[in-house]
């Protein structure tokens, strides 16, 4: 059964480093979204993806973070300037026909500042 | 604001003992209602989507239902393997946004 990819599982960072979170969503899909969880609290939608370009952003989504789809399988969030408040759970999740119906999230990677 | 609220926000069933989660939503017109199962460290699976008033939905021991104001998911006889937590997140209509909210979820546990 296809399902989403995520790497690295867990990352570990100092405060103020670039980092890069890797995704393979379902190969036929063609919407890409990201999420966080901060430990404890519920999943926020980050950003959408489509067609090359982003769909929806939210307000967490500043100018620190960016998407991009490199090559037809790798989709990748980018934070560069990591803060402590970054530390989370980071889901990519894809969907086929339509956004945001029959969402499949991968595993997520966990994130730490230090 | 769009609101989410799940309840309650831990349910211990025994196995066998039906139940419901409840997830009441405060939206500007309702796209679509989306309920996911998640087991510790992973991601989300995606259960079912509603979309208007009235429509149910089933799937093994899990049937969700939909009103006006929440949604509900029924629990018929569980088992443990049903033990997770159950999220619910409600898209809105305004605005042209396709940015789903989220609620805190039900953890559950079914004991055997």
């Known amino acids: 059964e296809p399902e989403v990819t995520q790497t690295p599982s867990h990352q570990v960072t100092q405060m103020g480093q670039e980092v890069i979170l890797r995704c393979v969503p379902i190969?036929?899909?063609?919407?890409f979204y990201w999420y966080r969880q901060i430990l404890g609290q519920k999943v926020e939608f980050l950003v959408s993806f489509y067609n090359n370009e982003i769909s929806e952003k939210s307000e967490i989504f500043d100018d620190q973070f960016s998407v991009e789809r490199p090559d037809g399988s790798n989709f990748t969030l980018k934070i560069r300037s990591t803060k402590l408040e970054d530390s989370a759970m980071y889901f990519c999740?894809?969907?086929?026909?339509?956004?945001?119906?029959?969402?499949?999230f991968g595993p997520g990677t966990r994130l730490t500042v230090l | 604001e769009d609101q989410v609220t799940q309840s309650p926000e831990a349910l211990r069933l025994q196995e066998g003992e039906s139940s419901s989660l409840n997830c009441s939503y405060t939206v500007s017109g309702l796209r679509g209602l989306f309920w996911y199962r998640q087991d510790p460290g992973k991601g989300p699976e995606f259960l079912f989507t509603?979309?208007?008033a009235g429509e149910e939905k089933e799937k093994e021991r899990l049937k969700a239902t939909l009103t006006k104001k929440e949604s509900f998911l029924h629990i018929t006889a569980p088992k443990p393997e049903d033990s997770a937590t159950y999220l619910c997140a409600v898209q809105a209509v305004a605005g042209g946004s396709y940015i789903p909210t989220f609620g805190r979820g039900t953890s559950l546990i079914v004991h055997p």
């Open positions: 999740a894809s969907s086929g026909r339509t956004s945001y119906n029959e969402q499949f």
């Open positions: 509603l979309y208007s």
């Open positions: 190969s036929n899909h063609l919407y």
